[in-house]
Structures are given as C-alpha cells and as structure tokens.
T-cell receptor, first 113, second 116 residues
Framework: KAGVTQTPRYLIKTRGQQVTLSCSPISGHRSVSWYQQTPGQGLQFLFEYFSETQRNKGNFPGRFSGRQFSNSRSEMNVSTLELGDSALYLC????????????FGQGTRLTVV | AQTVTQSQPEMSVQEAETVTLSCTYDTSENNYYLFWYKQPPSRQMILVIRQEAYKQQNATENRFSVNFQKAAKSFSLKISDSQLGDTAMYFCAFGRIIQGAQKLVFGQGTRLTINP
C-alpha cells in the first residue's frame, strides 16, 4: 500500500509570492491534516479535511488555506508569502472517524527568501 | 486548550541500553488518545505507539512500551535494547476527536541519540 505522498519535496519562493502544496493520502483514507513544523514553534496544526469539508482549523492567518478533492487528495495554499512561512509542511492522513493515529508524508520543505 | 510538555530536549544512551522519554500533558477531557512519533533525519514522522485514554493497560509494540499514568497526566516511552536506528527526534502528541474532527497537539520533541 502506498504511503502518504507530498509534492514537491523542496520549494524556494520569494516574499510576496504564493505557493501550493499537494498531498495524496493513503488509499482509502478520507481525513487529511496539515501541520507546520519550525524550529521555534515546533509542530502546529493548520487544518483538517474530511470528505472535501474543512472540519477543524488551527490558529493561522487567512493567508493559509486548503481544500480537498473528491479523491481525498488535498492541497494547501499560502498567499503573500513571508519569511516566517519558511518551514517543513507535513501532511497526515487517517481513516477518519475513530481512526485517530495519522500516517505522515515526508513533508515539503518551503524556503521563503 | 491542551498542552504537551517534553522536558528532555536531548538524550543520549549507548546501544542496547534502555531509555525512557518523558511526556506530560494538560487536559480537562476524559476521552483522548496519546501518541509517540519518531522523526528520523529523513523527516518522515513515523507512528511508534498509540494509547487510548480509556484503556488502563499500557500499550506495547515490540521494544517500545509506554507508562500511562492518567491521573498524573504522564505518558512516558520506554525503548528497550536500543538500536542505532532508534536515533531520531521523538514527539509526544495528544489527540482528540470532536464531532469527527481530528487534531493532534505535539510536544517540542526529544532528540535521542543512540551511540555505538
């Protein structure tokens, strides 16, 4: 069974640009969550999607958004990039419902210059 | 809001030794889940072990076991017969399901080094 796939693995963007990251969950998993990992703040929850609906959102500005498609693939978008957005962005998938215990992808390393 | 605290930023042990990583959490909830994740240099977060709060029996997975003390809100991870491949960052996480929605709250992590 294929794992969680995140693309791209690495990304360099300039301040003010926008970026879209992609996550393909494990087959059959309907819940996709996104986390931001930085040395200073650690791992912070961004949002969770289930069956194309955002069910939960963390404390991030509106520049951070996401969506989920009917095949459960998810994208997250960050607009008007700031230097502080440089981070490892991790996607996790799970069955949803009571199936808590996420499987993570290898992440996308975003560098904003 | 839930918080998770890992008081040991770094630990180092010799191969084959036993090591225990500490984790405490704060919550007013009664039903929740606790996890230990491992993040090696490859960056991928790997689920090591999971504990449901309603279960009194401590979870075990091969060389990994937990000591779950619900009243004390403590959730430590014991690694027996440590191996070089256990070298990684270890994160303790708290999870709840609210109306089906899932969210994990992570501690700051413990960097574990296994020395040959």
């Amino acid at each position: 069974k294929a794992g969680v796939t995140q693309t791209p693995r690495y990304l360099i963007k300039t301040r003010g640009q926008q970026v879209t990251l992609s996550c393909s969950p494990i087959s059959g998993h309907r819940s996709v969550s996104w986390y931001q990992q930085t040395p200073g703040q650690g791992l912070q929850f961004l949002f969770e999607y289930f069956s194309e609906t955002q069910r939960n959102k963390g404390n991030f500005p509106g520049r951070f958004s996401g969506r989920q498609f009917s095949n459960s693939r998810s994208e997250m978008n960050v607009s008007t990039l700031e230097l502080g957005d440089s981070a490892l962005y991790l996607c996790a998938s799970s069955l949803g419902g009571q199936g808590l215990g996420a499987f993570f992808g290898q992440g996308t390393r975003l560098t904003v210059v | 809001a839930q918080t998770v605290t890992q008081s040991q930023p770094e630990m180092s042990v010799q191969e084959a030794e036993t090591v225990t990583l500490s984790c405490t959490y704060d919550t007013s909830e009664n039903n929740y889940y606790l996890f230990w994740y491992k993040q090696p240099p490859s960056r991928q977060m790997i689920l090591v072990i999971r504990q449901e709060a309603y279960k009194q029996q401590n979870a075990t997975e091969n060389r990994f076991s937990v000591n779950f003390q619900k009243a004390a809100k403590s959730f430590s991870l014991k690694i027996s017969d440590s191996q070089l491949g256990d070298t990684a960052m270890y994160f303790c996480a708290f999870g709840r399901i609210i109306q089906g929605a899932q969210k994990l709250v992570f501690g700051q992590g413990t960097r574990l080094t296994i020395n040959p």
